[in-house]
C-alpha cells in the first residue's frame, strides 16, 4: 500500500483526479481514507508479529482488522480544529471563573469534599487512561483503531489538564487539593481507582479496551459524568461545569469506540465471545466499586442534591445497561455476573461509605460531616427500605457521641478487599446486618475480599492480584512501621488542616467569612 | 489458568508476613456491630497472647458501640476463616493457630443496639 493520496490507485473519484489540480479539496470520505486507513502499509522487512506482539496472547481472533468500523470517520486535522475551539472556550471561561471569585459561587463549602475526591481520585485516572490508549493504539494491528485509540489517549490527558487547571483555582483558596497526585498513589481511598486503572494497564490491548473502553466509558461513565456535572451546576461550581462540557463531546466518541470494540470482537470470530464475556463480568464489578465513591458524593456531599445515587441507577444503570445488554443479547453476551449484587447494593452503598469516611475522617484528604436532619430526612425519603432503619441509628449515635464531645473515631484501620482495595465495608446480598466477606487460601497465604464479584476475579488471576498493593497493611510495613505521622506525610497530608470534620475546619472558616465579604461590610 | 500472559508468569506477595517487622495482621469483626464500617485490621506480635489482644486494643476498639461494656468475653462465639474456633486465652496467637492475616469473628447474641437486626 501507499502513503500518499496522489498515488493510492483508487483516486478515480477523488475531486484531486477529477479536476487535475494539486491541492483540490478531497470530499469528506475520501479525506476520511486518505487521513486514516491510507497511513499505514504492509511491512516488509519486519513479520506483523514482531511488530504487534500482543494482539494475540489474549486469546482474541482477528481475521480482518479493515472491519472496524471507525462511526466518527474524524481525520487528525480535524481532530486539531475542533480539540482547539475546544480549549479556547473552556480556558475563556476558567479564567473568567478565577477572576470573578467564582469560588465563591458554590452552594456551601462542604461542596468542595465532592471537588478533592474527584481531583483525587478520578483526575489521575485520566492521565492513566491518557498512558493507556497511547499504548494500546501502538499494540493494535489495524490503523482504523490505532487512529481511534490515539485521538482517544490525546483526548485523556486533555480532561486530566483541564481538570487539574478547573480546579488549581480552588487549590489557592482552600485545603486538601494540594497533593493529589501522590494521593492518587498511596490514599486507601483512592486506590480503588489506582488499582482499576492499573489493572486495566498491565493487561493485554483488548482487555484494556473492554475495561477502559467498554465497561469504564460505555457503561459507567453516564453514572459518573452526568450525575457529577448536574452536581456541579446545580453547585454553582462554573469550572467544574465547564471541564465537563468540554469533555461531554470527546466522551461521546470513546463510547462509540468502546462499543465498536466489542462488537468487532464478537463479529470476529465465535471463541472471543467466552473471553469477553469474563471481561465484562469482571470489569463491570470493577468499575462498580469505583462507583461507590460517587455515590457517596451524591447523597451525602452535594449541599444541592440533584438525585439520589439510586434515581440515577435505575436511569443510567438499569434503564441504559438495559438497553445496551439487550443489544449485545445477539451476540450471545449476557448482563455482568455481578448485575444484581449490584443492584442489591445500590440502596447501601452510599451510607456505608460515608459512614466509613467518617470514622477514618482522620485519614482523609478532604472533610466530612454528620448529615443534618434535614439531610437525614431526605435519604430517609430517597431509601426508604434501607435508611431508617440501618444507617439512621449509627449516625443518630454518632451525632451523641459528639454532643458528648467524645467524637467517634475509628481508630482500628480497616480490613480492605485485596482485589478492589476497598476497606471492606460492603453488607451480605440479602443480609444488610453482617459484614460480607470471603477468603481464599493460596500458595500458604490467606487472602481476603469484600465481595464474590471481588472474589471470582481473583480467582481468575491469582498471580496477579497476590501483588496488590494495600495502602493499610502498608502503614505497618518497614518504611512506615506503623507511624501515623509518618504515613500523613508520605500520603501529603497536613494534619488538622486538610481532614478531620468540616465544621471548624479552615475550609468552612475561610468560605463563610470570603463569602460574608461579598455581601457585606465586614 | 492463573494469568493470561506473553510466557510464563509468577507473582510475589506484597503483604507476606516478613514485610511486617516480626509482628503480623489479625482481622477482626464484631458480628451485626456495624458502627465499625470494616473489620479490624490490628498488627501484633505473635507471641501475644489471646487474651491480651481481645482485653487490650480489641476492646479499646469497640468502646464506641453502646453494647461494647455488655459484651462478656467468656461467652462471645469466635470463629476463624468461617469456621468454629475455640481460642485459649493464655495461649499465645501462635499458639492457637492464629498466623498472619487470620480472620475473626466474635458474636455477642442478643446485643444489637444499633444494627437493625
Not at chain 1, 498513589?185 to 486503572?197: C, H
Not at chain 1, 469506540?257 to 470482537?265: R, Y
Not at chain 1, 438525585?307 to 453476551?333: K, Q
Request: net charge negative; proline share 5%; hydrophobic share 40%.
Amino acid at each position: 500500500m501507499t502513503t500518499t493520496a496522489a498515488n493510492s490507485g483508487t483516486t478515480a473519484k477523488t475531486p484531486t483526479a477529477k479536476s487535475g489540480a494539486p491541492g483540490a479539496k478531497l470530499n469528506m470520505k475520501d479525506r476520511y481514507r486518505v487521513m486514516t486507513r491510507d497511513l499505514g502499509w504492509e511491512p516488509t522487512y519486519q513479520s506483523r508479529e514482531a511488530i504487534y506482539p500482543y494482539v494475540e496472547y489474549e486469546g482474541i481472533k482477528v481475521h480482518d482488522w479493515d472491519a472496524w468500523e471507525d462511526p466518527f470517520r474524524l481525520t487528525m486535522d480535524a481532530y486539531w480544529k475542533f480539540q482547539a475551539e475546544k480549549e479556547r472556550k473552556f480556558y475563556a471561561i476558567v479564567d473568567a471563573h478565577a477572576q470573578n471569585n467564582g469560588h465563591l459561587h458554590i452552594t456551601d463549602g462542604r461542596y468542595l469534599s465532592a471537588l478533592k475526591i474527584f481531583l483525587q481520585a478520578i483526575s489521575p485516572g485520566e492521565y492513566a487512561a491518557h498512558r493507556g490508549f497511547a499504548r494500546a493504539g501502538r499494540e493494535f494491528a489495524g490503523v482504523g483503531t490505532q487512529v481511534a485509540c490515539q485521538m482517544q489517549a490525546i483526548d485523556e490527558i486533555r480532561h486530566a489538564q483541564t481538570q487539574v487547571h478547573a480546579l488549581s483555582n480552588y487549590n489557592k483558596f482552600y485545603d486538601g487539593f494540594h497533593a493529589f497526585a501522590d494521593a492518587r498513589d498511596r490514599m486507601w481511598y483512592t486506590s480503588v481507582p489506582r488499582s482499576f486503572f492499573d489493572d486495566a494497564m498491565s493487561a493485554g490491548p483488548f482487555e484494556f479496551m473492554i475495561a477502559i473502553g467498554f465497561s469504564f466509558e460505555y457503561v459507567l461513565t453516564n453514572l459518573l459524568f452526568v450525575p457529577f456535572m448536574s452536581g456541579a451546576a446545580y453547585n454553582g461550581d462554573l469550572a467544574t461545569v465547564t471541564f465537563g462540557f468540554s469533555a461531554q463531546s470527546d466522551e461521546a466518541r470513546h463510547m462509540t469506540l468502546g462499543l465498536e470494540c466489542i462488537k468487532f470482537m464478537l463479529e470476529q470470530d465465535p471463541d472471543n465471545l467466552p473471553i469477553v464475556q469474563a471481561w465484562i463480568d469482571k470489569w463491570f464489578w470493577r468499575g462498580f466499586r469505583v462507583l461507590g465513591l460517587v455515590s457517596t458524593m451524591m447523597d451525602y456531599m452535594l449541599p444541592k442534591r440533584v438525585m439520589s445515587w439510586r434515581e440515577a441507577w435505575n436511569i443510567y444503570g438499569i434503564e441504559n445497561g438495559t438497553a445496551l445488554f439487550r443489544d449485545l443479547a445477539r451476540y450471545g453476551i449476557k448482563p455482568p455476573k455481578g448485575w444484581d449484587d449490584a443492584e442489591q447494593a445500590i440502596d447501601h452503598m452510599s451510607h456505608q461509605f460515608m459512614l466509613a469516611f467518617h470514622q477514618w475522617n482522620f485519614g482523609t484528604s478532604f472533610h466530612t460531616w454528620v448529615p443534618s436532619d434535614e439531610d437525614m430526612d431526605w435519604l430517609s425519603e430517597k431509601y426508604p427500605t434501607t435508611f431508617d432503619r440501618y444507617y439512621r441509628p449509627r449516625w443518630e449515635h454518632i451525632k451523641k457521641l459528639e454532643a458528648a464531645g467524645t467524637p467517634f473515631k475509628n481508630v482500628g484501620l480497616a480490613q480492605l478487599c485485596q482485589t478492589c482495595q476497598l476497606p471492606c465495608v460492603f453488607t451480605e446480598p440479602g443480609d444488610p446486618t453482617t459484614l460480607c466477606h470471603r477468603e481464599v487460601e493460596y500458595k500458604g497465604e490467606h487472602y481476603h475480599f469484600c465481595s464474590d464479584g471481588c472474589q471470582d476475579v481473583f480467582d481468575n488471576e491469582p498471580e496477579k492480584f497476590i501483588q496488590s498493593w494495600l495502602p493499610m497493611p502498608h502503614l505497618f510495613q518497614e518504611d512506615l512501621a506503623g507511624s501515623v505521622p509518618d504515613w500523613m506525610q508520605w500520603v501529603g497530608l497536613i494534619n488538622d488542616t486538610d481532614n478531620g470534620e468540616y465544621v471548624g475546619s479552615g475550609d468552612e472558616q475561610n468560605f463563610t467569612a470570603w463569602r460574608r465579604q461579598t455581601t457585606s461590610n465586614s | 489458568m492463573t494469568f493470561t500472559s506473553t510466557k510464563e508468569y509468577v507473582g510475589v506477595p506484597r503483604d507476606s508476613v516478613e514485610h511486617f517487622r516480626g509482628e503480623q495482621l489479625v482481622y477482626i469483626a464484631w458480628h451485626q456491630h456495624l458502627l465499625f464500617a470494616a473489620p479490624f485490621m490490628l498488627c501484633v506480635p505473635p507471641q501475644m497472647t489471646f487474651g491480651d489482644l481481645v482485653h487490650g486494643p480489641l476492646t479499646m476498639l469497640i468502646g464506641p458501640d453502646p453494647d461494647a461494656a455488655a459484651v462478656d468475653w467468656d461467652t462471645v462465639v469466635w470463629t476463624k476463616g468461617g469456621k468454629p474456633f475455640s481460642p485459649d486465652p493464655a495461649k499465645s496467637l501462635a499458639e492457637n493457630g492464629i498466623d498472619h492475616k487470620s480472620w475473626l469473628r466474635f458474636e455477642t447474641a442478643g446485643l444489637n443496639s444499633l444494627c437493625g437486626v
